[in-house]
């Protein structure tokens, strides 16, 4: 049976707590276009890994090449920042009153991103989210590397010490790659979101335990799940198999 209580959560940022309204995609073609690239070549590659390091990302889409990957990037954090500054992004609906409602029930929550640090302080400032949790992730932050390594949770379970049992922990987000580093991590509950890029198919394939229609149902689905005894086991809510 499972005692468990999992007092460790750990969730994503765009398309899980917050809504960016497609800035992802506009930020990576901003940067190829900037570059010189036509960005209807590597669209496809930038929606398949949403979630992942976007360094990642253009080291994949460059070949390797190092010094590209770099500028290529440089240029996207500087898109996405003047899209955020532009009052671009908002909170999911009740993202923030469910982290407040999982913090009133004693758990500890981090916000991950794969975005670099520059961009993930921009996100917060935009939002009044600084004081919203009490430790926020990005892949710098894990040894560099993001999504789909299970690094970033694995350095929330070591900085909060909020747990002792990676099995205690709760991983959220919307891509398969959310999915991918909570399973990787040993995450006793990987809840995938319907808020974002993926949909319930992926998320299911690439390992969530439950499948939402948001973040603002995650309290109760960890309440259910720490109720009923069970091990974890894949669950789509009502709403979201609707």
């Given at each position: 049976m499972n005692t468990?209580?999992?007092d460790l959560v750990v969730l994503d940022m765009a398309g899980t707590t917050v809504a960016d309204g497609g800035l992802v995609e506009l930020a990576f073609t901003a940067a190829a276009e900037r570059?010189?690239?036509d960005p209807a070549t590597m669209i496809d590659h930038v929606r398949a890994t949403m979630g992942e390091s976007k360094i990642s990302v253009f080291r994949h889409l460059?070949?390797?090449?190092?010094?590209?990957a770099r500028q290529a990037n440089l240029a996207f954090e500087e898109a996405y920042s003047s899209l955020v500054d532009g009052g671009r992004i908002a909170p999911v609906p009740g993202a923030a009153e469910a982290v407040a409602e999982l913090r009133e029930q004693g758990r500890t929550v981090v916000l991950t991103t794969g975005f670099a640090r520059v961009t993930q302080d921009a996100i917060l400032d935009a939002l009044g989210w600084r004081d919203l949790v009490p430790l926020t992730l990005c892949p710098a932050d894990a040894g560099g590397r993001g999504r789909p390594y299970p690094d970033m949770v694995l350095a929330a379970?070591?900085?909060?010490?909020?747990v002792d049992d990676v099995r205690q922990t709760?991983?959220?987000g919307d891509t398969s790659y959310d999915m991918l580093s909570g399973v990787r991590a040993g995450a006793g509950l990987v809840a995938g979101v319907l808020t974002g890029a993926h949909d319930a198919s992926a998320l299911t394939a690439h390992g969530a335990t439950h499948v939402l229609a948001s973040?603002?149902?995650?309290?109760a689905?960890?309440?259910?799940?720490?109720?009923?005894?069970?091990?974890s086991a894949s669950k789509e809510s009502g709403e979201s198999a609707s």
């Open positions: 468990l209580r999992h570059l010189g690239e460059f070949g390797g090449d190092e010094a590209r379970f070591l900085r909060t010490g909020a709760v991983v959220a973040v603002a149902e995650l309290p689905a960890i309440r259910a799940s720490e109720e009923s005894g069970e091990p």
